[in-house]
C-alpha cells in the first residue's frame, strides 16, 4: 500500500465521518441553540420596545443572563454552548468536504462554510465560558464590545480604513442577509417535499420575515461602523442592544424596533424549522 493510497484512505474516512448521522445531529442541534439565542433576544427587543425591558440587553448577553435565570438554567447553557459548537464543526466539515447540494463544492461556498465556523466557534466559545462561570465572556455587553474592538482597530496604522472597509462588509452582508431572504433562497436548503402545505407557508413567513429583519440589523450595524471609521470616534459604533435601540429614535419610533424584534423573534423560530427540515 503506498502513501497515496493510505492518504485517498484517509481523506475517505474523513468525509464519511463529515457525512456521518452524528454531524447531522450536530448541525441540528446548533440551528436549535441559534433558534434560541434569536428568539430571546427578539422578545428582549419587543420588551424594550414597549416600556418593559428597563436593564435588559437585547444582544447574545442579555440572552444568556435570561436562560441563566431560569431552573435549570446552567444545564441549558451547556445545551446551548455544545449545540453552537456542533454548528461549528459542522460548517467547518462544510469548508474542508463541501456542503450539501450541486454547488457545495464550490471554493465560494466552502470559504463562507469556513466563515461560519470561525464565527460560531466564537460565539459556542463565548456560551461555553459563560456556563462555566466566566460571566464576563458571554454577557458583556455588545455595544462595549464593539466600541473596544474599533478603538483597538483605530489605533493600528490604516486602522481607519480597516474600520470603514469591515463596516461596509458588514452592512453588505445584511443586504445580502435580506435579499436572500425575501427572494426565498432558503427554499433550496430545506426538505420541501416532506413539508405540508402548512408547513411551507409557515416557513415562508418565519423565513421572509425573520431573514429581513436580521439582514436590516446587520445594515444597521455596519453603518454604525461606518460612521466610527469616519468620524474617526470608537463610541460611533454600537453593537446589537445599541443598534436596536437606535431605531425607536427615527420617525416612527417603537414601532420600527417593535417590528424588527418580531421579526428576530420569527428567525429564532425559523431556526427551529431549520433544524428539523435542512438538508444537512
Same mark, same amino acid.
Given at each position: 500500500?503506498?502513501?497515496?493510497?493510505?492518504?485517498?484512505?484517509?481523506?475517505?474516512?474523513?468525509?464519511?465521518?463529515?457525512?456521518?448521522?452524528?454531524?447531522?445531529?450536530?448541525?441540528?442541534?446548533?440551528?436549535? *441553540?441559534?433558534?434560541?439565542?434569536?428568539?430571546?433576544?427578539?422578545?428582549?427587543?419587543?420588551?424594550?420596545?414597549?416600556? !418593559?425591558?428597563?436593564?435588559?440587553?437585547?444582544?447574545?448577553?442579555?440572552?444568556?443572563?435570561?436562560?441563566?435565570?431560569?431552573?435549570?438554567?446552567?444545564?441549558?447553557?451547556?445545551?446551548?454552548?455544545?449545540?453552537?459548537?456542533?454548528?461549528?464543526?459542522?460548517?467547518?466539515?462544510?469548508?474542508?468536504?463541501?456542503?450539501?447540494?450541486?454547488?457545495?463544492?464550490?471554493?465560494?461556498?466552502?470559504?463562507?462554510?469556513?466563515?461560519?465556523?470561525?464565527?460560531?466557534?466564537?460565539?459556542?466559545?463565548?456560551?461555553?465560558?459563560?456556563? *462555566?462561570?466566566? *460571566?464576563?465572556?458571554?454577557?458583556?455587553?455588545?455595544?462595549?464590545?464593539?466600541?473596544?474592538?474599533?478603538?483597538?482597530?483605530?489605533?493600528?496604522?490604516? !486602522?481607519?480604513?480597516?474600520?470603514?472597509?469591515?463596516?461596509?462588509?458588514?452592512?453588505?452582508?445584511?443586504?445580502?442577509?435580506?435579499?436572500?431572504?425575501?427572494?426565498?433562497?432558503?427554499?433550496?436548503?430545506?426538505?420541501?417535499?416532506?413539508?405540508?402545505?402548512?408547513?411551507?407557508?409557515?416557513?415562508?413567513?418565519?423565513?421572509?420575515? !425573520?431573514?429581513?429583519?436580521?439582514?436590516?440589523?446587520?445594515?444597521?450595524?455596519?453603518?454604525?461602523?461606518?460612521?466610527?471609521?469616519?468620524?474617526?470616534?470608537?463610541?460611533?459604533?454600537?453593537?446589537?442592544?445599541?443598534?436596536?435601540?437606535?431605531?425607536?429614535?427615527?420617525?416612527?419610533?417603537?414601532?420600527?424596533?417593535?417590528?424588527?424584534?418580531?421579526?428576530?423573534?420569527?428567525?429564532?423560530?425559523?431556526?427551529?424549522?431549520?433544524?428539523?427540515?435542512?438538508?444537512?
Amino acid at each position: 500500500m503506498n502513501a497515496r493510497t493510505v492518504s485517498l484512505g484517509g481523506r475517505g474516512k474523513a468525509r464519511q465521518a463529515a457525512n456521518s448521522s452524528a454531524m447531522d445531529m450536530a448541525a441540528r442541534w446548533g440551528f436549535a *441553540a441559534r433558534g434560541v439565542l434569536y428568539l430571546l433576544i427578539g422578545v428582549l427587543a419587543l420588551r424594550i420596545a414597549f416600556g !418593559g425591558g428597563e436593564g435588559k440587553q437585547a444582544d447574545r448577553g442579555g440572552a444568556l443572563a435570561e436562560v441563566a435565570q431560569q431552573p435549570m438554567g446552567s444545564v441549558l447553557l451547556w445545551a446551548l454552548g455544545f449545540g453552537l459548537t456542533g454548528m461549528a464543526l459542522w460548517r467547518l466539515s462544510e469548508a474542508l468536504f463541501g456542503a450539501a447540494g450541486p454547488d457545495g463544492h464550490k471554493t465560494g461556498k466552502r470559504l463562507l462554510s469556513a466563515g461560519r465556523a470561525v464565527f460560531y466557534g466564537f460565539v459556542a466559545y463565548s456560551v461555553l465560558a459563560f456556563a *462555566a462561570g466566566d *460571566a464576563g465572556s458571554g454577557s458583556g455587553s455588545s455595544d462595549q464590545q464593539s466600541r473596544d474592538i474599533t478603538a483597538r482597530a483605530l489605533e493600528i496604522p490604516g !486602522g481607519q480604513w480597516i474600520v470603514g472597509i469591515a463596516g461596509v462588509g458588514i452592512a453588505g452582508a445584511g443586504v445580502w442577509i435580506g435579499t436572500r431572504a425575501a427572494l426565498r433562497k432558503y427554499h433550496k436548503h430545506l426538505k420541501l417535499s416532506r413539508m405540508s402545505r402548512r408547513e411551507k407557508r409557515f416557513a415562508d413567513v418565519t423565513g421572509v420575515a !425573520g431573514g429581513v429583519a436580521r439582514g436590516v440589523l446587520f445594515a444597521a450595524v455596519g453603518v454604525f461602523v461606518v460612521r466610527a471609521a469616519v468620524a474617526y470616534e470608537p463610541d460611533e459604533a454600537k453593537g446589537l442592544d445599541d443598534t436596536l435601540r437606535s431605531f425607536a429614535g427615527t420617525p416612527v419610533g417603537a414601532w420600527l424596533l417593535g417590528a424588527v424584534a418580531a421579526g428576530l423573534a420569527l428567525f429564532g423560530i425559523f431556526s427551529f424549522m431549520m433544524a428539523r427540515r435542512r438538508t444537512v
